[in-house]
């Protein structure tokens, strides 16, 4: 169980601005679902997607962190690991100070359950705007999300990381 849970964690990601498609189409486009992820833990998670894209496509640093786990751990491209409510707090703050994210779409191509550990990956697009500056820029990469169950049986996001396909997004 230690090594499957080294390799869940260190397999990571968040997605900033992503939005879960919507459930029907989030399943079937799934390329691998293995027999351990059962069709509740597949739509808790969608939904727990479905509710940080929400919560960053609102630009709420309190309820995006609120879907993390305690000591939850951010992989943004380019920069050092955030981790911890705090320091999660935090970044997203300043994203949101600089940054406007929309259109976002994430597909799931793969999601494993392993115990109280999972992850989904897949490839995203978004748009970012620098403040209220200029034109929106289109995004897209890949993202891979680990998740903890809770012992209530919720799932939150214990390490998220992306990265992009193109270097285009703007910069804080």
């Known amino acids: 169980m230690t090594c499957m849970k080294f390799v ?17 189409k989030a399943v079937n486009s799934a390329k691998k679902i ?20 929400a919560a960053i496509n609102t630009n709420n640093s309190q309820r995006s962190v609120a879907l993390f786990t305690e000591h939850g751990t951010l992989l943004p491209h380019g920069e ?16 949101f100070e600089h940054f406007t994210y929309g259109n976002n779409e994430m597909v799931i191509d793969e999601v494993e359950v392993g115990g109280n550990w999972a992850f989904a990956r897949g490839p995203f697009h978004q748009t970012v705007t620098t403040g209220n500056r200029g034109a929106p820029v289109s995004v897209e990469g890949k993202y891979m999300i680990t998740f903890e169950r809770q012992t209530d049986g919720r799932w939150k996001v214990a390490i998220a990381i992306w990265n992009l396909d193109k270097p285009s997004a703007p910069q804080p």
Do not use: K, Y
């Open 34 to 53: 293995t027999s351990s992820a059962t069709e509740p833990d597949v739509e808790a998670i969608r939904q727990l997607l479905g509710r940080l894209s």
């Open 8 to 24: 869940l964690v260190t397999l990571t990601v968040l997605l900033p601005g992503c939005r879960a498609l919507p459930p029907e």
């Open 80 to 95: 050092d690991a955030v981790v911890g409510d705090d320091n999660i707090r935090a970044w997203f703050d300043n994203q």
